[in-house]
């Protein structure tokens, strides 16, 4: 069965990896699920681990399996990696190497060939902020594919692009990236 691995970052939008763990799931897709420490104030990880039916790894420093390292084994698993919401903070932390979270230090040990995709969500100020729109560039330049935002009223209430994509734009780039063929 094919993983993905659903990466949520602390964005407003995290609520909403509900609905893309469960899009998934019915997709026939196996889900694994990591968090960082913001997105559970926003979602808990219960509400993730029964809708993927698994453990949702939280703590980088927390190994389930003494015989495993965590992030590792679940980075060398992954058919495709979805960082979704992907806020700034995140986004900054991987297109400089940081790997100080379950999600970063995932994300950097995942092997080359594997599908990686973010869908941003953030403030219409933050997402277009050039140093923002350059840690996406460097992510493109390794392999990363972007989802853009939507353009929509945004918590804070300020109108503009920032908004997560919609759900079945989501699950419909993950279904393209993982069937599509290679020559």
């Known amino acids: 069965m094919t993983q993905i691995t659903l990466a949520v970052s602390g964005s407003i939008s995290a609520y909403k990896a509900a609905d893309i763990t469960s899009r998934l799931k019915k997709e026939n897709f196996d889900v694994a699920v990591l968090m960082t420490q913001a997105a559970t ?12 039916q698994r ?19 679940i980075a060398k698993e992954t058919d495709l990696f979805l960082l979704a919401p992907a806020t700034a903070n995140t986004i900054a932390k991987l297109a400089n190497g940081l790997a100080d979270n379950m999600v970063t230090a995932a994300a950097l040990a995942l092997p080359t060939h594997t599908k990686k995709v973010l869908a941003p969500a953030m403030n219409t100020q933050m997402y277009e902020n050039p140093i923002t729109q350059q840690n996406i560039d460097r992510l493109k330049l390794t392999g990363w594919k972007t989802i853009e935002p939507r353009e929509a009223i945004l918590a804070c209430g300020d109108q503009g692009k920032g908004a997560l994509a919609e759900i079945d734009t989501i699950i419909d780039t993950v279904k393209e990236l993982i069937y599509e063929k290679t020559i």
């Not at 926003?42 to 029964?50: G, K, N, S, W």
């Open 41 to 52: 104030e926003f979602i808990t990880p219960l509400t993730l681990q029964v809708l993927s």
């Open 55 to 73: 453990l949702v790894a939280l703590d980088i420093m927390q190994e389930p399996d003494p015989s495993k390292v965590n992030h590792i084994t």
